[in-house]
């Protein structure tokens, strides 16, 4: 089991240059978890790419609903203190600190592609990229 950032899930199901490593990520382990979060900011970088042009309706309905189908059942609602401490301890958002107080919450690691959330909880994320490629 990892926990996934909002990024991490949109690199699966939106196309793009992180694709390749997020398949390899969910190949390696396929038990996703994350924050009730990601899905409301999922919905929000959906957004961005319909006004933009890069996606159409269809599209976009498409891949939420493949994520969401994907994360049901593993999502989480986090203890409002322990995400706190995380920011405490750092620079991060409230909403990147979810993800991090979730991982330490599960005994795990986030996958993220977060350079901040890389730097300031090195021992609770571990980047995408490097994830993908462990043996």
Same mark, same amino acid.
Request: some cysteine; charged content about 15%; proline content about 3%.
């Given at each position: 089991m990892i926990v996934v950032d909002v990024n991490t899930i949109a690199y699966l199901w939106i196309p793009g240059e992180l694709t390749h490593f &997020?398949?390899? /990520?969910?190949r390696k382990d /396929?038990?996703?978890?994350?924050?009730?979060?990601w899905k409301s900011e999922f919905r929000?970088?959906? /957004? *961005?790419?319909?006004?933009? *042009?890069?996606? !159409?309706?269809?599209s976009a309905d498409r891949?939420?609903? *493949? &994520?969401?189908?994907?994360?049901a059942s593993h999502e989480y609602a986090i203890p409002s203190l322990l995400v706190m401490q995380k920011?405490?301890?750092?620079?991060?958002?409230?909403y990147d600190c979810e993800?991090? &107080?979730?991982a330490q !919450?599960? *005994?795990?690691?986030?996958?993220?592609? !977060?350079?901040?959330?890389? /730097?300031?909880?090195?021992?609770?994320?571990?980047?995408?990229?490097?994830? &993908?490629r462990r043996e």
């Open positions: &997020a398949e390899a /990520a969910l /396929a038990h996703w978890v994350s924050s009730i979060l929000n970088i959906l /957004a *961005g790419y319909l006004r933009r *042009g890069q996606l !159409d309706t269809p891949c939420l609903e *493949g &994520a969401e189908s994907q994360m920011v405490a301890q750092s620079s991060c958002s409230a993800y991090v &107080a979730l !919450d599960l *005994g795990t690691v986030l996958v993220t592609s !977060d350079k901040k959330i890389l /730097a300031e909880f090195p021992r609770l994320a571990l980047s995408l990229r490097t994830f &993908a």
